[in-house]
């Protein structure tokens, strides 16, 4: 794992096409961005683990919409 220190609004880039901004720092939360071509799914690893409970249908439509450009809250 790689740790770094970034200051609000310093990048990272992941690769030639990923690009991970620090937009806020508030107490113990930090907010980034995440530019990123729209075939790269960018998902949040408690909602990754919560769909492990979910149908296989309902996991197979929220990858449907984002491999058709649409970003969910997934």
């Known amino acids: 794992m790689l740790i770094l220190t970034r200051k609000i609004g310093e990048e ?11 937009v806020d720092i ?5 907010r980034i961005g995440i530019l990123a ?5 960018i998902l949040r690893t408690e909602l990754l683990d919560d769909t492990r409970d979910e149908p ?19």
Do not use: C, Q, Y
Request: proline share 5%; no cysteine; hydrophobic share 40%.
């Open 12 to 22: 990272i880039m992941i690769g030639d096409n990923i690009r991970v901004t620090v």
């Open 26 to 30: 508030d107490r113990n939360k930090i």
């Open 37 to 41: 071509p729209r075939h790269i799914p």
């Open 56 to 74: 296989d249908h309902e996991i197979a439509a929220e990858l449907e919409a984002l491999k058709n450009g649409k970003r969910s809250a997934f």
